[in-house]
């Protein structure tokens, strides 16, 4: 299996300001896997409170290529092989995965993991702001 990553910098459409800091652009680490002429894309964004930063996720993703190996499908073992740092990085080769092994059977990822299409609740932060602004987000 072909893996390759870059980094991204991404321009939020706001600015996105929380109590340690205030940011307009966030980098982000893309993983593209090829299989069988099949591509797989994964993203995900790396936390500096957690030592990661887009230039590590990348680093890492570089020099533990080889420990993906070349079935797609053996997702647990290929996560087991990959050293347990760099957070971001694996979830971008895991989001990677899971896109791949959809796109080989024709599935989308979430019919493929037996999900109900609208799909599991998820968290949304709500920024610091005007009192007004901020019940407006919730």
Do not use: N
């Amino acid at each position: 299996m072909q893996v390759s990553g870059r980094v991204v910098t991404l321009r939020l459409g706001e600015t996105f300001v929380i109590s340690r800091s205030a940011q307009d652009t966030a980098e982000v680490v893309q993983v593209e896997l090829e299989h069988e002429g099949v591509r797989g894309f994964g993203e995900a964004a790396p936390i500096e409170r957690y030592d990661e930063s887009a230039a590590s996720a990348l680093e890492y993703v570089e020099e533990h290529a080889e420990l993906v190996g070349d079935d797609p499908f053996a997702l647990e073992d290929i996560l087991d092989r990959l050293p347990k740092h760099e957070f971001a990085a694996r979830s971008a080769i895991d989001a990677a995965l899971h896109d791949l092994c959809g796109r080989l059977v024709e599935l989308p990822v979430w019919r493929l993991l037996g999900l109900s299409r609208i799909g599991p609740p998820t968290s949304w932060t709500i920024w610091l702001g005007d009192p007004d602004d901020m019940a407006r987000r919730v």
